[in-house]
């Protein structure tokens, strides 16, 4: 078996623990689910099924995963939504505090809304003349 370079094994049943030859591994380096699939009772490395009676190795972890299936990514994803919701909810008060306490903020705040909302009235009103005009021409 040493010029074989491709080694598909799935959908035939196979159950037993999959031999740690140096051919086999090799197999790792470029390692495909799909070539296992279809086979439910095969354990062993590449595989992370362990094999019964295999003592518990520990294993290089992965950079964001536990051996608590996850808890610790749920654990950060929460603490991330927890701080942006806080944080919206600080700036939001901020804004609107400020609005609600300053008087000369708020009217200058109002006055500018009115004075845009004119401006884009009369930008629509002025396009939508231009195009009749063309529709007629």
Known sequence: MTSLNYLDISDNSL???IPSSTQIQSFEQSFEHSRYDGNLKLCGPPLTKKCP??????STSVVGKSESDGEDIYELERWFFIGG???FATGF???CGTLLLNCRVRHALFLFLDCF???VYVRVVVFIAMLQRFAHA
């Open 15 to 17: 159950s037993a623990r």
């Open 53 to 58: 009676g295999d003592e518990e190795t520990e």
């Open 85 to 87: 919701a806080t944080g």
């Open 93 to 95: 008060w901020i804004a």
């Open 117 to 119: 909302k004119d401006w």
